[in-house]
């Protein structure tokens, strides 16, 4: 494991590292002392202001996740919303059950909604979740279950472009039906929620929501790195070799359909985790995570960030979501519009996204001519 | 001659293809033995189905019916492109094909014979002679100062070696070259010719040309394809004798 720990960390590329680091410490240093100062201060960061970056950093997670697919192999999927609730569902089960016996209807095992529904005891699919490391190996196993079965299909058979982005929609609008549906044992229509502890912490401490912000932000670090060794390695050009010409990467001896199913399942797997530390964060889960247009709304962060690089989906989900809780505060019904509107503007004006606009600026005030090429392989 | 095991001994063999496209017959009965360490130009018009006939071979189209066949025995109908190229069949595309997002050194290291698994690949790392295998193959095509360019910048004729250097990388035991001196000018196609008779001391190479100084250059045995089925088959100056041949395809 020498060498490959040795590239996994890359030492050798010190500006990386130091932007790493000076992101880290913002994220795990600055912040919860800010949060820390007395209310009224200036420079007091309120707990639901570190909420709200808590939720951001789970979407930069989820956007991270997409770009491994999207915009390294070319393989665009509007369904990884349908991973991330699946996470999110996980820990809701495990959340709900720990709620025990102090639920409204107070019954020692079943959830509120199941006694609601008369139902006399917990479906075979809910045992295992009273226990957290059962339900986090769920979290992991479920959407790598899904996308390797979808993405078996779908890249034995070849199916790319177009019709692989309509069949994860598809995908994730058929789960959103089956999850409505009360006989489910989800929930239905209200989905879990009412969540009193998590590993015996009690969710409505500020503490608690400080502790959550934090996974957060360590496994958006990790994700950054695991995503970063595989994009770095032979491996990841030949992502990007089958995004640029697939037919001829298989003539080179490669399994075009082993290497594309190998980064959608860790990728579905990262957008799992995320929706898991979403939902202790928000709360609530319910179907309309599973709903098409969030998809395809992860896709825009993507898009506005920038494709093709780590930092762009970073970027673009915290820009955009930025602008999101802004705007829907503002005149909220203008949002759709804005949305709309930002993802013409992307696609015609910058198809690099944020990170090639500033690496535009940047060649432009050096007076060089902008590579076509170099930048879009750098994170 | 023809025995009852025809195949034997020989490295590529292709009996009764037939390949349709709605109903139009792109290869028709075709026939074609090439044996060990044997280099075959490969001629015809327009149409007449060489590249089909490469596409047949590996693992690109299924053939209606006929036998396709690898070192006498594999059949290469049951498998797919990966698995061809595994087995040791190697290809350069009529359109140059080479990543051009990736360097000319990533090109060539995407092309490295190795372990290609999935995970194989994700561990990766090179050694020391597999990097010199790099430098050896960028000196011989003449790239070696343009290693960490984009390959999507390199000229037309750039980009044919590129590919010829990423077939050797592979070290193939059959090499298929469809129309490798393509815009190149005439110096170039001379050092490609050069290049080819070294690569095919060792391994068995077809080469489609329509370039006649060329093929008279690499001086192989010809196949002349027309309408999907051999027309003729010969040195050169007996297949340039022929009348049908002038008259479908040299007389034009
Ligand atoms: N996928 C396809 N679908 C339909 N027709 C095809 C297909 N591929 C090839 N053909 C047809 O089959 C015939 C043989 O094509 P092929 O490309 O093998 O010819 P060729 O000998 O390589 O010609 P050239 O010298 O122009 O490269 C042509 O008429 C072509 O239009
Ligand atoms: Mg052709």
Redesign the interface.
Known sequence: MG??LS?LLAIDDRRFWLGFGAVGILLLAVVPSLNALPAGHALNVPDYAVTLLGKYLCYALLALSLDLVWGFAGVLSLGHGAFFALGGYAMGMYMMRSIGGRGVYGHATLPDFMVFLNWQELPWYWMGFDSFWFAAAMVVAVPAGLAFVVGWLAFRSRITGVYLSIITQAMTYALMLAFFRNEMGFGGNNGLTDFKELLGFDLSRPGVKLGLYTASAVMLGVAFLVCRF?VG???G??L??I???E??????????T??KL?AFVISAVLAGIAGALYVPQVGIINPSEFSPANSIEVAIWVAVGGRGTLLGPVLGAFAVNGAKTWLTGAAPELWLFALGGLFIVVTLLMPKGIVGLAAQARERLRGRPVPL??E??NA | MLDDRPAQGSILYLDGVTVSFDGFKALNELSLIVAPGEMRTVIGPNGAGKTTMMDVITGKTRPDKGDVLFDGSVDLTRLDEAQIANLGIGRKFQKPTVFEMLTVAENLELALKCDRGTLATLFFMATSEQRDRVAAVLGTIGLRDRASLPAGRLSHGQKQWLEIGMLLMQDQRVLLLDEPVAGMTDAETEQTAELLLEIARDRSVVVVEHDMEFVRRLGARVTVLHEGSVLAEGPLETVQNDHRVIEVYLGR
Do not use: W
């Not at chain 1, 037919?247 to 075009?256: D, E, M, T, W």
């Open positions: 060498p490959v590239r595989i390695s032979k491996l050009r030949v990007m070799a995004r640029d010409a037919s001829r990467v298989r003539f080179l001896g490669y399994s075009a082993a290497v190998f090429i170099e879009k392989r």
